[in-house]
């Protein structure tokens, strides 16, 4: 079956801008996550929904970064006023309902979004 | 201090040997212990995890955890050039809402043919 996707795979924008990165995650995941993957870093955590709502956000950086899952598969994340250190590789995840044990995270391959 | 820390690399071994790769943490809640393979300009694949101390083998792969020392590491037997990737260690906690994992920042192997 198809793995998690993700739009677009490049994006570059200027800085001020508003950007929308997409994410397919595989079906039947309720469980949806988004990190970010700077040069020479491992990913950093973000967000992660349950269904539709937003159960963690302690890792989004400020309030310019907010992410949807409004029916609970599809995600976006949504940056506003980009500046030059959102640079990064924005990767999504998804995997089946959790509960306190792990559930293996399948990832996407990420968008590349670069800020002039 | 970060939450996890990994020996940077990078590392370059010819075909055939074995390696070690390695990682500290400093929270005694965490959970889960895994290695992810991230190939070039890919999202990064799990290869194994597990949640005691002690091996855990997979093929040419074994993860080591330490629980009383906060030590994890990934040994890969007969290294293959195909195995030339980037390997992070990463630990699951979960808490309350909260399901996270946290990553290493990632050793990049190259294996010499």
């Known amino acids: 079956g198809a793995g998690v996707s993700q739009t677009p795979s490049n994006k570059v924008t200027e800085k001020g801008k508003y950007v929308e990165l997409r994410c397919d995650p595989i079906?039947?995941?309720?469980?949806l996550y988004w990190y970010r993957q700077s040069l020479g870093q491992g990913p950093e955590f973000l967000i992660y929904?349950?269904?539709?709502?937003?159960?963690?956000d302690s890792g989004l950086p400020n309030d310019r970064f907010f992410a949807v899952r409004p029916e609970g598969s599809v995600s976006t994340l949504k940056i506003q006023r980009t500046e030059r250190g959102d640079s990064a590789v924005y990767l999504c995840?998804?995997?089946?309902?959790?509960?306190?044990?792990?559930?293996?995270?399948?990832f996407g391959p990420g968008t590349r979004l670069t800020v002039l | 201090q970060k939450e996890v820390e990994q020996d940077p690399g990078p590392l370059s071994v010819p075909e055939g040997a074995i390696v070690s790769l390695n990682c500290t943490y400093s929270?005694?809640?965490?959970?889960?212990f895994m290695w992810y393979r991230q190939y070039s300009r890919k999202g990064p694949e799990l290869l194994m995890y597990?949640?005691?101390?002690g091996n855990k083998e997979d093929g040419r792969f074994t993860a080591q955890v330490d629980k009383s020392s906060k030590y994890i590491s990934l040994f890969i037997r007969d290294s293959q050039p195909s195995d030339s990737a980037t390997y992070l260690c990463?630990?699951?906690?979960?808490?309350?809402?909260?399901?996270?994992?946290?990553f290493g920042s990632g050793t990049q192997l190259t294996v010499l043919p």
């Open positions: 995840a998804s995997s089946l309902e959790t509960s306190v044990s792990y559930n293996e995270q399948f």
């Open positions: 079906s039947g995941h309720t469980a």
């Open positions: 929904f349950q269904g539709t709502g937003a159960a963690d």
């Open positions: 929270n005694s809640a965490f959970q889960y």
């Open positions: 597990t949640y005691s101390s």
């Open positions: 990463a630990i699951w906690l979960s808490s309350g809402s909260a399901r996270q994992l946290t």
